[in-house]
């Protein structure tokens, strides 16, 4: 069950703005589109987007979610000491029927 | 508020078995697919185990099939995950998580060891 991709770490100043990527297939992101959460150190991970750009409410307008065929990204703009965390993408597999996870982005806020 | 609380965890030895409870609260239980990810010390998201809402339709990671089973009881707003034949490999912290990810569990810790 091969995973999403995603850099493993992207490094930005503050108050830039960063954008992550997430890569899949026509089956999975391609598909029913992408979740992306956010995990700080020692904390359960936390939802940010649902189906590509579906925002739980809550969630800071700072950040944005799209989709172009079968890559997902999320951007952050004017970006923060606490936006400093890793990044998952997450995706269903319709083919497979299996949930699929990226190997996380560790954003650093420099 | 929608509240997840995961737990069971522990210490287990290499063949062992254990089963980890998720009760939830907040939300129409029974309209969700819950569903089952670890987390290895350092490590990625992972995967487990997910079951539609009714819980007729379950699904597993190749690596825990045939040896985990998820279920649920919607009349006690409760999901399960049996764990056999454990292995060193899957020493993780397990999160019981809602359908598209809306909501978590904090975590509750599974460590197999001798």
């Known amino acids: 069950q091969a995973g999403l991709t995603q850099p493993p770490s992207v490094s930005k100043g503050l108050r830039q703005t960063a954008t992550l990527t997430c890569t899949g297939n026509?089956?999975?992101?391609?598909?029913?589109?992408a979740a992306w959460l956010q995990q700080h150190q020692g904390d359960p991970p936390k939802l940010l987007f649902y189906r590509d750009d579906n925002r739980p409410s809550g969630i800071s307008e700072r950040l944005s979610a799209s989709r172009s065929g079968n890559t997902a990204s999320l951007t952050i703009t004017g970006l923060q000491p606490e936006d400093e965390a890793d990044y998952y993408c997450?995706?269903?597999?319709?083919?497979?029927?299996?949930?699929?996870f990226g190997g996380g982005t560790k954003l650093t806020v420099l | 508020e929608v509240q997840l609380l995961d737990y069971g965890g522990g210490l287990v030895q290499p063949g062992g078995s254990l089963r980890l409870s998720c009760a939830a609260s907040g939300f129409p239980f029974s309209s969700y697919a819950m569903s089952w990810v670890r987390q290895a010390p350092g490590k990625g998201l992972e995967w487990v185990a997910s079951?539609?809402?009714?819980?007729?339709?379950?699904v597993y990671a190749d690596s825990v099939r045939g040896r985990f089973t998820i279920s649920r009881d919607n009349s006690k707003n409760m999901v399960y995950l049996q764990m056999n034949s454990l292995r060193a490999e899957d020493t993780a912290v397990y999160y019981c998580?809602?359908?598209?990810?809306?909501?978590w569990g904090q975590g509750t810790l599974v460590t197999v060891s001798s």
């Open positions: 026509s089956n999975n992101v391609g598909n029913e589109g």
């Open positions: 998580a809602q359908d598209w990810w809306l909501n």
């Open positions: 079951s539609s809402g009714s819980g007729d339709k379950r």
């Open positions: 997450s995706a269903w597999d319709s083919s497979l029927s299996v949930w699929v």
